[in-house]
């Protein structure tokens, strides 16, 4: 189970131009034809008179959103990071300051008064717009979880799930694990605790000490580990009936779900068939990408 990082936007600020077609005058039937002087934008020109933006994509780390705002804003990296404890963000106070989850998806303006401060808290506030109201608290009750806890499933689902028609099945998996007592289990947690982003897991990595590894530890991370956007969120509140308990992407476009770990063990193996040295690997032989991979345990 892994997690991919989104692209990387950037801004261009750039001096626009005009291309300029002149045509000169014919003549027709012995008159002559005026053609009007044409102005043709390019692409390029038509991008320079939006106003600047900074894209946050699904999915994204906080530490990603720093290192955005710090160069759309042409600060020194770790600016931004720095300016955490004096921004004064409306977080649940589960967040306890740590504003992951919190840092909405979204194209945000700039301006020449634009701080990363100004831009901080108008994520968390667009987030805690889409996140409050009775709907999303009604469906994170009926999971037995406060809108918090709702906000870190949705971010072990936007980091899971290939594809946005699995994120359902992602959430149940995360759900039935849950009411069973079973740890999750999930290589996107292990991959925060170690501040990277890799379809590579080890057997040593499984065993490190942090309270992110859903290997050694019951329950869900203490925090979200990414933030996650609106279908994911979806997912954490309404999650696809079902009784699976693992999943397994033997390949792009087909993720296996199912409660038999008997099953899954055939599946990864078919995975683990696929590999080959030519091949990009997806993952150690030991693990399962983008599964609840207690099968290759």
Known sequence: MHMNTPPRSTIRLTRRGRLVLIATGAVVAG???????????????KAAEAPPTLVVPEGWRASQVYEAVDKALALTPGTTRKALPGAGLKLPNDAAGNPEGYLFPATYPLDKNSTPQTLLTYMVATANKRFSGAPVAAGAQRNALNVY????????????????????KVARVVYNRLE???????????????????LK???????????????????????????????????????????WLYFVTVRPGDTRFTSSFVEHQRNVAEFNRRQSPRATPQKSPAK????TSAAAR
């Open 201 to 243: 897991t080890t057997e040593s990595d499984t065993r490190i000490e942090s309270p992110y590894n859903s290997y050694q530890r019951m329950g869900l991370p203490p925090t979200p580990i990414d933030n996650p956007g609106e279908e994911a969120m979806r997912a954490a509140l309404s999650p696809t009936p079902g009784d």
């Open 180 to 198: 069973r007592g079973m740890p999750l289990q999930m290589d996107s947690t292990i991959n925060y605790a170690l501040n990277r982003s890799t």
């Open 31 to 45: 008159a002559a034809v005026a053609v009007p002087l044409l102005s043709v934008e390019t692409p390029q020109e």
């Open 288 to 291: 399962t990408p983008r599964s």
């Open 149 to 168: 806890q709702a906000v870190i499933v949705a971010s072990l689902v936007q980091a899971e799930a290939a594809t946005k028609a699995d994120m359902g």
